[in-house]
């Protein structure tokens, strides 16, 4: 069992930054694969960025490559997101995700496990 908790989230201007973590628990973390999915108002949730166990390899979504970076600290048990030149529809809940294949995924059923969530939202 592997628990997610997200931070970082908040309220910024279009075109800042804001670095979300996801802190896991447990002694496998560098094991597992990790990914980051948003879920806009209304909208199903969509992939963002996801990164191999050893973070070696990393995909992103065409609407943020360029802007967001996903990397891991295996050491502290942690993903991090850092996302610049934001716009507002970047707006979402940013879901942290665990996959215990190790092997990239860029769908919601490819994950087993899922944090709680974290608010980020862009003002134009």
């Known amino acids: 069992q592997v628990q997610l908790v997200e931070s970082g989230g908040g309220l910024v201007q279009a075109g800042g930054s804001l670095r979300l973590s996801c802190a896991a628990s447990g002694r496998t973390f560098s094991s597992y694969a990790m990914g980051w999915f948003r879920r806009a108002p209304g909208k199903e949730r969509e992939f963002v960025a996801a990164?191999?166990?050893?973070?070696?390899?990393?995909y992103y979504a065409d609407s943020v490559k360029g802007r967001f970076t996903i990397s891991r600290d295996n050491a502290k048990n942690t993903v991090y997101l850092q996302m610049n030149s934001l716009k507002p529809e970047d707006t979402a809940v940013y879901y942290c995700?665990?996959?215990?294949?190790?092997?990239?995924?860029?769908?919601?059923?490819?994950?087993?496990?899922w944090g709680q969530g974290t608010q980020v939202t862009v003002s134009s």
């Open positions: 990164i191999s166990y050893s973070g070696r390899n990393s």
């Open positions: 995700a665990a996959d215990r294949s190790g092997v990239i995924s860029v769908t919601v059923p490819g994950y087993e496990y």
